[in-house]
């Protein structure tokens, strides 16, 4: 095995709903949500992280050792452009995953960094910034079911320390979006549909159906119009273990269109 990756209690699984950038920086319920949360987790060995907001041809591995903090947005406020997350990397966990991942090729890449999807969440787990980050990308070529059985075999790495965080959003239409509805609990009756049967699979351990999504109707094509935001979910479901827990938390929608809906598992 690679690196100092001890054999560990299997660590639990989070999927984020990140929403907007702003998080990062904002008090709100869904940044008290993820304190929270991170307030009872075992002390990871490192974070492996699959941000909506990373998309390549090919699975990609941050492998650099000190990852930067990439802006990846525009027309924020100043104060968000000048927020670091100078959480370090782990060319070891990159070497773990290799080794661990044997139906596809990871690429190990020192051209990305630590993208908006994974550092504006993971500042409010990790302040400190102390726990080592890698992120994988997402190959935007591939099926849902790619991803939901390469998750799975990402199941060592929880048994050797790493906290598997997905981040993106279960109903993402920003098209669709009402901003001026942004600070209150609102949703669209196509959303509203479509997040409660997501809720309903999960809660049932309905893994197929969660693939399949495109299979379920109006409702689910316009909550999820593009995939990448949808997909990190997929990792942590492949991840999930018969007769794990799942646990919901940050359960709202926002501005019609969007969902901050997040989960435990494990």
Not at 16 to 33: D, K, Q, R, T
Not at 56 to 74: C, N
Not at 92 to 104: D, F, K, M, Y
Request: hydrophobic share 40%.
């Amino acid at each position: 095995m690679a690196g100092d990756f001890r054999p560990t209690p299997p660590m639990p699984v989070l999927f984020l709903g990140h929403g907007s950038p702003m998080n990062a920086i904002e008090e709100n319920e869904f940044v008290a949500g993820f304190r929270r949360v991170a307030a009872d987790l075992p002390r990871p060995a490192a974070i492996l992280c699959i941000s909506a907001h990373w998309e390549t041809r090919g699975t990609q591995l941050t492998a650099m050792a000190q990852p930067p903090t990439i802006h990846d947005f525009g027309g924020f406020p100043q104060a968000l452009f000048e927020v670091q997350y100078p959480a370090p990397g782990s060319p070891a966990l990159v070497q773990l995953t290799r080794e661990t991942v044997q139906s596809v090729h990871l690429e190990p890449v020192h051209t990305w960094g630590l993208d908006h999807g994974a550092w504006s969440v993971l500042r409010h787990l990790y302040p400190e910034a102390n726990v080592p980050v890698v992120q994988m990308s997402l190959d935007y070529l591939q099926t849902p079911d790619y991803h939901y059985q390469l998750a799975r075999e990402l199941q060592v790495l929880r048994e050797r320390g790493v906290l598997i965080v997905g981040s993106g959003n279960m109903v993402h239409n920003l098209r669709l979006l009402d901003w001026r509805r942004m600070n209150s609990p609102f949703a669209f009756d196509w959303a509203e549909e479509a997040s409660e049967k997501v809720k309903r699979f999960l809660q049932e351990g309905d893994h197929k159906r969660l693939i399949n999504y495109r299979c379920h109707g109006k409702a689910f094509a316009q909550a999820i119009p593009t995939p990448e935001h949808y997909l990190p979910m997929l990792y942590t479901l492949g991840l999930q273990q018969p007769g794990e827990k799942l646990a919901l938390f940050n359960d709202q929608p926002l501005g019609g269109s969007l969902t901050m809906t997040s989960f435990q598992i494990g």
